[in-house]
């Protein structure tokens, strides 16, 4: 298995990690809690759907950067306007970028 498959695939595990504590410790999170520190404390405060609301953005990029992985050739249109010099050199950059991302 190459290693940025094996790279993914922990923050897949990860990510599920956190779903199941949040789920499991949601009824104990008080209502209010702070979203935002400063230097001295915390100054903005929100509702604990806001973890809920994180997860959705972490959910979301994971998703986009497995279809990359995964489907690199759907990134691309069917024309030849590169700036690599072929289709197989873009792919190639944008996978390079990604695993580079994921490190």
Not at 9 to 27: C, E
Not at 37 to 44: F, K, L, N
Request: charged share 20%; proline share 2%.
């Amino acid at each position: 298995m190459k290693l940025y498959k094996v790279i993914f695939s922990f923050s897949i595990l990860l990510f599920l990690g956190y779903l199941i504590f949040l789920a499991v410790k949601f009824s104990s999170i008080n209502e209010t809690i702070p979203i935002h520190y400063s230097s001295e404390d915390a100054d903005g405060f929100g509702s604990k759907i806001f973890l809920w609301f994180e997860a959705a953005i972490n959910a979301i990029i994971l998703i986009f950067i497995g279809l990359i992985l995964v489907f690199p050739e759907k990134m691309f249109r069917k024309t030849d306007e590169y700036l690599e010099s072929s289709l197989e050199a873009a792919i190639k950059n944008r996978q390079i970028f990604c695993r580079f991302y994921l490190y």
